[in-house]
């Protein structure tokens, strides 16, 4: 997050569009033997049902809330001592913490077993709903509110 940070200082800085690209796998257990490719599917239904949900929250531009919610997935569906979300957390610090964006599924896919799928975010003026992470000012807590609701 402090890298993230640093990076959207320098950009801000710089003054210049930046186009911020972030490469990692949703659910990350693969199949460890060789599949036909025209067999692959996603390695089971848990992980399908969170990388549903990654997609709902990226698709409808809840950036923080995906961010946050990857820490109940990280439990549940990915293998320990894998990247746990990083590069979600260094997407949500140098694009900013709201949820305020358009978001788009491009396309979405297994790979060997691990879901893996094409999204663009794009800044809106609006937010996406009123959710729980959805804060004016990220460093100081305004309340619970559903999240997940």
């Not at 800085?13 to 025209?38: E, L, Q």
């Not at 694009?95 to 060997?112: F, Q």
Request: charged share 30%; with cysteine; aromatic share 8%.
């Amino acid at each position: 997050v402090v890298l993230a940070k640093a990076c959207r200082d320098a950009i801000t800085a710089g003054a210049r569009k930046v186009a911020v690209v972030v490469v990692m796998s949703m659910s990350n257990r693969f199949f460890t033997d060789w599949i036909d490719p025209s067999e692959d599917r996603i390695h089971s239904d848990k992980d399908e049902e969170w990388n549903q949900k990654l997609l709902e929250f990226l698709g409808a531009g809840r950036l923080e809330d995906t961010a946050q919610l990857s820490r109940q997935i990280q439990q549940q569906i990915r293998v320990h001592k894998v990247v746990n979300f990083k590069p979600l957390w260094w997407m949500s610090g140098i694009m900013g913490a709201p949820n305020r964006y358009r978001g788009k599924v491009h396309a979405y896919a297994p790979i060997h077993g691990a879901g893996s799928a094409v999204i663009s975010l794009t800044p809106a003026p609006e937010s996406v709903g009123d959710k729980e992470f959805d804060e004016d000012d990220v460093d100081r807590f305004g309340g619970d509110r559903e999240v997940l609701g």
